[in-house]
């Protein structure tokens, strides 16, 4: 249900400059610590959920959901009083997997399900900081392998005509590769836990439909950096109508909203809250493919309104079934 996909870096290691040691020095603290949130981005990857987001599979069934997302990301900055600029761009590319097991067993009247997510990501990130009236310094990187796990061993769903209500208790384990001196990896290197809400409301004979996802996360300390990243709220939405032949159309996006700033000794240029909002078209379509009920999803969104956080644009493929 909700995942961190993306990991983009704005530097964590020192650049090669011919230049005064006090320039290195700027260039290496603005490089690693010019946003909110540890890398700047959540635990959270905001636009995971849209359609069906208060729901989970009947009883005994399992939910295999496969994420394919592309995102195109950038940043451009130049700290208080600091004489550099500084660039980043990055593209990543995710294959995530959602797989949901609903248990028999009811709790406080609600169907109890698990939940567990794995990701594999290849991102490829430049780094260029810019002295002002001087040279450039450029950093590349491109990295791939296994992103960090989330897991549910709590998701409660209640299901009441046409609403339908969902809460869960995520955590975060730093599985993903990770190393320091990278401008860019795959893992985070930092614990979390959330608790989530999600509702949808269907109207099966008008076929119009609408989703919220909603959370809010806690970072554990980044035990290699020593810094805490702040806690967030996110909400996920969609408002769509289906249509005949199994097709779908509407808009989704998301809000992002830091709640509490970054600390720890890590944290070194201050104490900055990001922000995020999105918005972008919907599409799908539901199809049997031997006899089994698999459901494709199109989804593009732009980002805007962003707070020292990296920000771009996304395009997500979703695949579905339940069996």
Excluded: C
């Excluded at 290197?189 to 099966?204: C, I, K, S, Y």
């Excluded at 201050?270 to 031997?290: D, E, T």
Aim: cysteine-free; charged content about 10%; glycine content about 10%.
């Amino acid at each position: 249900m909700a995942s961190g996909l993306l990991f983009m870096a704005v530097g964590a290691s020192p650049i090669r400059w011919a230049g005064t040691p006090a320039i290195i020095v700027v260039l290496v603290l603005a490089a690693g610590v010019l946003h909110a949130s540890e890398y700047g981005v959540g635990t959270y990857r905001p636009g995971q959920v849209d359609l069906f987001a208060g729901t989970l599979p009947p009883p005994g069934g399992v939910l295999i959901k496969q994420y394919f997302l592309f995102q195109d990301g950038s940043l451009t900055a130049q700290p208080n009083n600091a004489p550099v600029r500084v660039h980043t761009h990055t593209i990543t590319y995710t294959d995530a997997t959602l797989m949901i097991y609903t248990t028999p067993w009811r709790i406080l009247g609600a169907n109890w399900g698990m939940s567990a997510i794995t990701q594999t990501r290849i991102a490829d990130q430049t780094l260029r900081v810019t002295a002002t009236g001087g040279p450039t310094s450029t950093q590349h990187s491109t990295v791939g392998g296994f992103g960090d796990l989330i897991v549910s061993p709590l998701m409660l769903n209640w299901n009441l005509a046409k609403f339908h209500l969902v809460s869960a208790l995520m955590f975060y384990a730093p599985t993903g590769s990770y190393d320091r001196s990278r401008i860019v990896d795959n893992g985070l290197n930092r614990w979390a836990v959330e608790p989530d809400f999600g509702f949808t409301w269907l109207d099966q004979e008008t076929g119009r439909h609408a989703s919220l996802f909603a959370g809010y996360t806690v970072n554990a300390e980044n035990p290699s950096t020593h810094y805490v990243s702040g806690q967030e709220f996110h909400a996920d939405f969609v408002l769509a109508q289906h249509l005949p032949h199994g097709l779908v159309a509407g808009v989704a996006g998301y809000a992002v909203q830091q709640t509490t700033p970054d600390s720890g000794s890590g944290a070194a240029l201050g104490a900055f809250k990001g922000r995020v909002l999105a918005l972008g078209p919907l599409a799908g379509i539901a199809v049997p493919i031997l006899k089994i009920p698999i459901s494709f999803s199109f989804k593009y969104e732009f980002e805007f309104a962003a707070q020292n956080r990296s920000t771009g644009n996304e395009l997500w493929l979703t695949a579905s079934l339940r069996f």
